[in-house]
């Protein structure tokens, strides 16, 4: 059985999954702590990164190369965009971009660096074992593209601007990063968000209110796909 790697960005995006965990060793390495632990007879490394696409990008990678973890999954909380995203909904990514990645002014579009690609798509297999869980949980999950950026987007007009260059159902700020490191190394991969807030104005107040009961939402949900994974 494959090593999993759960992947947060923020110590309440871990909390729940160590708690459901219960024993594990916290190792140092490169600024974060990782916690190793075996589940149902699967080895985990669990660990947030820190805000944004840097530090994501920093932890993903060291949860496959050093760590060894050959499946990612990453639980969190996100700005909806998609008005059929409420407070506590979850989204499953299809696929992601960044939606700060600009060099337009040289004819490319958003998102879009030259050997790159706007979108990097997440794994079928991963996406299909989540329809199952959302079935047997009698959850209504909904797919769609999340864009990424380096900023707490809290504005209308920027929302948009991401919808217009993206058609983005969801933002937040590190699952574009981690889908470049994994698709670059070749490991599946599964973002998975409950929605915090809807980005707009009230969206630091919302997020405040939201994000603890939220990232545990989250974090429930990708302890069943753990199981999932481990019983195919
Ligand atoms: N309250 C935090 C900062 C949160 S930043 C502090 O003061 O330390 C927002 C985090 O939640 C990021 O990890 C991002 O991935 C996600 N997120 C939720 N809503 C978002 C939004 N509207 N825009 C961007 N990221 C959002």
Not at 25 to 42: C, D, L, R
Not at 133 to 146: R, S, W
């Amino acid at each position: 059985m494959k090593k999993i790697a759960i992947m947060g960005a923020m110590p309440e995006e871990v909390a729940p999954i160590l708690k459901k965990i219960g024993t594990y060793k916290t190792t140092e390495y490169a600024g974060n702590k990782y916690y190793e632990a075996t589940y149902n007879g699967v080895e985990l490394v669990v660990a947030y990164s820190k805000i944004g696409k840097v530090f994501s990008t920093l932890t993903a990678t060291t949860m496959i190369e050093h760590f060894s973890c050959e499946v990612l999954l990453f639980s969190g909380v996100a700005g909806g965009i998609n008005p059929e995203l409420k407070i506590g909904d979850l989204i499953v990514a299809t696929k992601l971009s960044q939606h700060d990645l600009d060099i337009t002014v040289f004819g490319h579009p958003m998102g879009y660096v030259p050997e790159g690609s706007v979108f990097v798509e997440t794994d079928k297999d991963l996406l299909a074992l989540s329809k199952e869980v959302a079935d047997e949980l009698g959850k209504n999950v909904i797919e769609g593209v999340i864009a990424t950026g380096d900023q707490f987007v809290h504005d209308e007009k920027v929302k948009a601007n991401i919808v217009k260059h993206f058609n983005a159902d969801a933002l937040e700020m590190e699952g574009g990063s981690v889908a470049v490191v994994c698709n670059a190394l070749n490991i599946p991969f599964f973002i998975l968000r409950a929605i915090s807030d809807t980005a707009d104005t009230d969206a630091s107040f919302s997020f405040d209110e939201f994000m603890e009961s939220s990232a545990i939402i989250s974090a429930e949900f990708i302890m069943k796909m753990v199981d999932k994974v481990i019983s195919k």
